[in-house]
């Protein structure tokens, strides 16, 4: 049995529910079961269920829910069986709210009056199966359908789990964790869930927000003081809700921290002041990976603790998810973890773990199905787990309400079109109020689905990436379990994926006809390689070896070929991402290969990458070499090393500082257009300097000390 809230509860319209009873087919004078009816009020019929169990001293106890009124299992009092008739109240709610009626012969039913302060209605209830051992039954057959779905779509493994209610009633493995070994999937087998982590994120915040600690509506800068966006009117009025909305104004720009393991969680906070945004603060949702980031980093700076040590505190121990862990690397350890695998030319083939905790607070997190239904659980019954209230109840249903549109419109009738919660997608599935988020990360693909109305709930992980089957599963379990007349979800798929291989293969063989023949590199090789960066991208490599270019960028290496012009093509490497990415380098005025442009955010023009100047130039002991005087048409010029850079002094002027450049100058940063260089003999010492200015160089010999 349990305790419900029933603060919303005044009216009898508004309140009313009836107690859910499991049929006895021995048992017919016996009110043990579940019930389910109506009450037939003014202008509507108020739909309500009823359970009614037995104690060992033969006193009856019983709840009630209505589902209209989002009432679940208020408790009922002052139950009695008298020969047929049937007395049952509603405790604690004003007006004292009775039911009277008589139990029919057969005992499928009761009908009589509900009473509630002088008014009375008639209601009817019937003798039903329980809605879990329904959902149950409605899954029987289920196995074949998910074996079908492994097959057609040539996915490896699949694990799944459903609950209803407070109980998990199906949780089973199918296929390969691991093919190579021929270890079966399990219902314990780790998986990573990707993107669905994004929930555990916010369902942390949610629980700051129920202490207290945290306001889904004031500035993140109240909490993070120096945060700071591209645009100065969004990072002055970004919020909490915000960040986890994907409402930010700014694109995914998911390649600035993919794979990178250098960064710290602050610095990729910080790199977001030099991310472009392509839209105004909540002027359009935009799906970003790094607001998430931001999001679990605000609850590191609130808690004080890790974003891994506030997860586990605030949702994993509670919920008694034990395995369940932040890093690939982790499931490794395990005995029961899969092997992630993709699909190439029509083969399965296994692909390493992307380890992802660097963006954890978006998509690192690894469980299993059994583990995951306790998370689903949490979710279906108003926050709480075993009797712990683990969450406020108004907070996780303001997760679970629309606060951004998406904009985007289902290819299937279906399905509407989506808004986004609070780390979750919100639509309707056939008529039915779906909340649900999908994870995909290299050689795993994830759904966790709910119809909170229903009380049911979806989690589907499988070890191939980017398979739409896990979706599929979940579509195909609940038209079983709402009865809903079913759809050949995998069929239409299984024909989907022939014809988009088939386009694929088509458009493979028509890319060499945007390559413009004849045409070669401005340049020698050697002169384009060299350190690249961005001030929110990062550092880019290019390197030459054995006369081939290639690049390394947030520790991928990729190789190089010529493509046309100064337009190079990146060839496939052991990690696929940047394969057929064409970048650009562009030349300076100088004649110096001073960018590389790269497509790395799709919605915006190339990311700019500016050519490092020599390391050297940043070097005190180098530049030491260069500190003296130099003779310029009888007035002296003096270099000086002040603070690890030099200086530029000539009499009746300022001090110039000089800047590193390319081809070892340097510019005066006060007057850019004028630059500097300094000239060595055969033996290395400098001899002369050398003012670059539009009109002329101009040499200075340099004065023996």
Same mark, same amino acid.
């Given at each position: 049995?349990?305790?419900?809230?029933?603060?919303?509860?005044?009216?009898?319209?508004?309140?009313?529910?009836?107690?859910?009873?499991?049929?006895?087919?021995?048992?017919?004078?016996?009110?043990?079961?579940?019930?389910?009816?109506?009450?037939?009020?003014?202008?509507?019929?108020?739909?309500?269920?009823?359970?009614?169990?037995? $104690?060992?001293?033969?006193?009856?106890?019983?709840?009630? &829910?209505?589902?209209?009124?989002?009432? @679940?299992?208020?408790?009922?009092?002052?139950?009695?069986?008298?020969?047929?008739?049937?007395?049952?109240?509603?405790?604690?709610?004003?007006?004292?709210?009775?039911?009277?009626?008589?139990? &029919?012969?057969?005992?499928?039913?009761?009908?009589?009056?509900?009473?509630?302060?002088?008014?009375?209605?008639?209601?009817?209830?019937?003798?039903?199966?329980?809605?879990?051992?329904?959902?149950?039954?409605?899954? /029987? &057959?289920?196995?074949?359908?998910?074996?079908?779905?492994?097959?057609?779509?040539?996915?490896?493994?699949?694990?799944?789990?459903?609950? $209803?209610?407070?109980?998990?009633?199906?949780?089973?493995?199918?296929?390969?964790?691991?093919?190579?070994?021929?270890?079966?999937?399990? /219902?314990?087998?780790?998986?990573?869930?990707?993107?669905?982590?994004?929930?555990?994120?916010?369902?942390?915040?949610?629980?700051?927000?129920?202490?207290?600690?945290?306001?889904?509506?004031?500035?993140?800068?109240?909490?993070?003081?120096?945060?700071?966006?591209?645009?100065?009117?969004?990072?002055?009025?970004?919020?909490?809700?915000?960040?986890?909305?994907?409402?930010?104004?700014?694109?995914?720009?998911?390649?600035?921290?993919?794979?990178?393991?250098?960064?710290?969680?602050?610095?990729?906070?910080?790199?977001?002041?030099?991310?472009?945004?392509? /839209?105004?603060?909540?002027?359009?949702?935009?799906?970003?990976?790094?607001?998430?980031?931001?999001?679990?980093? +605000?609850?590191?700076?609130?808690?004080?603790?890790?974003?891994?040590?506030?997860?586990?505190?605030?949702?994993?121990?509670?919920?008694?998810?034990?395995?369940?862990?932040?890093?690939?690397?982790?499931?490794?350890?395990?005995?029961?973890?899969?092997?992630?695998?993709?699909?190439?030319?029509?083969?399965?083939?296994?692909?390493?773990?992307?380890?992802?905790?660097?963006?954890?607070?978006?998509?690192?997190?690894?469980?299993?199905?059994?583990?995951?239904?306790?998370?689903?659980?949490?979710?279906?019954?108003?926050?709480?787990? @075993?009797?712990?209230?683990?969450?406020?109840?108004?907070? +996780?249903?303001?997760?679970? +309400?629309?606060?951004?549109?998406?904009?985007?419109?289902?290819?299937?009738?279906?399905?509407? *079109?989506?808004?986004?919660?609070?780390?979750?997608?919100?639509?309707?599935?056939?008529?039915? =109020?779906?909340?649900?988020?999908?994870?995909?990360?290299?050689?795993?693909?994830?759904?966790?689905?709910?119809?909170?109305?229903?009380?049911?709930?979806?989690?589907?992980?499988?070890?191939?990436?980017?398979?739409?089957?896990?979706?599929?599963?979940?579509?195909?379990?609940?038209?079983?379990?709402?009865?809903?007349?079913?759809?050949?979800?995998?069929?239409?798929?299984?024909? =989907?994926?022939?014809?988009?291989?088939?386009?694929?293969?088509?458009?493979?063989?028509?890319?060499?006809?945007?390559?413009?023949?004849?045409?070669?590199?401005?340049?020698?090789?050697?002169? %384009? /390689?060299?350190?690249?960066?961005?001030?929110?991208?990062?550092?880019?490599?290019?390197?030459?070896?054995?006369?081939?270019? &290639?690049?390394?960028?947030?520790?991928?290496?990729?190789?190089?070929?010529?493509?046309?012009?100064?337009?190079?093509?990146?060839?496939?490497?052991?990690?696929?991402?940047?394969?057929?990415?064409?970048?650009?380098?562009?030349?300076?005025?100088?004649?110096?290969?001073?960018?590389?442009?790269?497509?790395?955010?799709?919605?915006?023009?190339?990311?700019?990458?500016?050519?490092?100047?020599?390391?050297?130039?940043?070097?005190?002991?180098?530049?030491?070499?260069?500190?003296? @005087?130099?003779?310029?048409?009888?007035?002296?010029?003096?270099?000086?090393?002040?603070?690890?850079?030099?200086?530029? %002094?000539? *009499?009746?002027?300022?001090?110039?500082?000089?800047?590193?450049?390319?081809?070892?100058?340097?510019?005066?940063?006060?007057?850019?257009?004028?630059?500097?260089?300094?000239?060595?003999?055969?033996?290395?010492?400098?001899?002369?300097?050398?003012?670059?200015?539009?009109?002329?160089?101009?040499?200075?010999?340099?004065? $023996?000390?």
């Amino acid at each position: 049995m349990k305790k419900a809230s029933n603060n919303f509860i005044v009216f009898l319209w508004i309140v009313l529910m009836i107690i859910p009873i499991s049929l006895m087919s021995d048992e017919v004078q016996s009110l043990k079961g579940h019930w389910e009816g109506i009450i037939d009020i003014p202008a509507m019929k108020l739909d309500i269920n009823i359970d009614f169990s037995q $104690k060992e001293d033969g006193s009856w106890e019983g709840d009630i &829910s209505i589902p209209a009124q989002k009432a @679940k299992d208020l408790p009922l009092g002052n139950i009695s069986l008298a020969g047929k008739e049937v007395t049952f109240e509603i405790t604690g709610i004003p007006g004292n709210p009775t039911f009277k009626g008589t139990l &029919s012969d057969d005992g499928s039913e009761i009908a009589g009056d509900f009473s509630q302060e002088g008014k009375t209605f008639p209601f009817i209830l019937n003798r039903e199966a329980s809605p879990i051992a329904k959902a149950r039954e409605a899954l /029987a &057959s289920f196995d074949d359908i998910v074996n079908k779905g492994l097959k057609g779509l040539n996915v490896p493994g699949l694990a799944m789990a459903v609950v $209803k209610d407070d109980e998990v009633i199906y949780a089973k493995g199918f296929g390969y964790r691991n093919m190579d070994k021929k270890l079966a999937m399990t /219902a314990d087998s780790l998986l990573a869930i990707g993107s669905a982590s994004k929930a555990f994120t916010t369902f942390a915040m949610g629980i700051l927000v129920d202490e207290g600690k945290l306001n889904w509506d004031k500035p993140v800068r109240n909490y993070i003081p120096w945060f700071r966006l591209y645009d100065p009117f969004a990072s002055e009025r970004l919020t909490p809700r915000d960040l986890v909305t994907h409402r930010s104004g700014l694109p995914r720009h998911d390649l600035s921290w993919y794979n990178n393991f250098k960064a710290s969680r602050k610095e990729f906070v910080m790199r977001l002041a030099h991310l472009k945004p392509t /839209a105004d603060l909540r002027e359009k949702f935009q799906y970003n990976n790094l607001m998430l980031l931001t999001a679990g980093y +605000l609850v590191e700076v609130i808690t004080d603790k890790k974003w891994e040590t506030a997860i586990r505190s605030y949702v994993f121990e509670p919920l008694g998810m034990k395995r369940t862990n932040f890093s690939v690397e982790d499931s490794q350890k395990d005995m029961d973890f899969a092997i992630p695998y993709r699909e190439r030319d029509g083969k399965i083939e296994q692909i390493p773990f992307r380890n992802i905790t660097n963006i954890g607070p978006a998509g690192s997190i690894n469980s299993s199905v059994n583990e995951m239904s306790h998370w689903l659980l949490v979710h279906l019954n108003q926050g709480k787990f @075993k009797d712990e209230q683990i969450i406020g109840a108004q907070t +996780l249903e303001d997760m679970h +309400l629309a606060h951004m549109p998406t904009g985007s419109t289902p290819a299937i009738a279906e399905v509407t *079109p989506a808004d986004y919660g609070l780390g979750w997608f919100v639509d309707t599935y056939r008529g039915h =109020r779906r909340v649900h988020h999908g994870g995909n990360i290299d050689g795993f693909s994830a759904m966790v689905s709910m119809l909170p109305q229903e009380g049911v709930g979806f989690v589907a992980l499988a070890n191939k990436n980017s398979t739409p089957l896990p979706e599929l599963l979940v579509r195909l379990a609940t038209d079983l379990i709402l009865d809903i007349e079913p759809k050949d979800w995998i069929g239409e798929a299984v024909d =989907r994926k022939a014809k988009g291989e088939k386009a694929d293969k088509e458009a493979e063989k028509k890319k060499q006809t945007r390559r413009i023949s004849g045409t070669k590199p401005a340049h020698k090789l050697e002169e %384009y /390689a060299g350190d690249y960066a961005n001030s929110g991208y990062g550092d880019l490599k290019v390197f030459l070896k054995n006369g081939k270019l &290639s690049f390394t960028y947030n520790g991928i290496t990729t190789p190089f070929e010529h493509w046309h012009y100064e337009t190079f093509n990146s060839k496939r490497a052991d990690d696929p991402t940047f394969t057929d990415m064409k970048l650009t380098f562009r030349t300076d005025v100088n004649g110096y290969v001073a960018i590389l442009e790269a497509p790395f955010e799709p919605t915006l023009e190339a990311i700019i990458f500016k050519k490092k100047p020599d390391a050297r130039l940043f070097d005190p002991a180098y530049l030491q070499q260069f500190v003296g @005087k130099y003779i310029l048409v009888e007035q002296t010029l003096t270099i000086n090393l002040k603070g690890g850079s030099l200086t530029l %002094y000539i *009499p009746g002027q300022r001090e110039y500082d000089l800047v590193p450049g390319l081809g070892d100058e340097f510019t005066l940063k006060q007057y850019k257009i004028v630059s500097l260089r300094f000239k060595s003999d055969d033996k290395g010492q400098v001899t002369a300097l050398e003012l670059i200015q539009p009109n002329g160089i101009y040499e200075a010999k340099r004065i $023996k000390e």
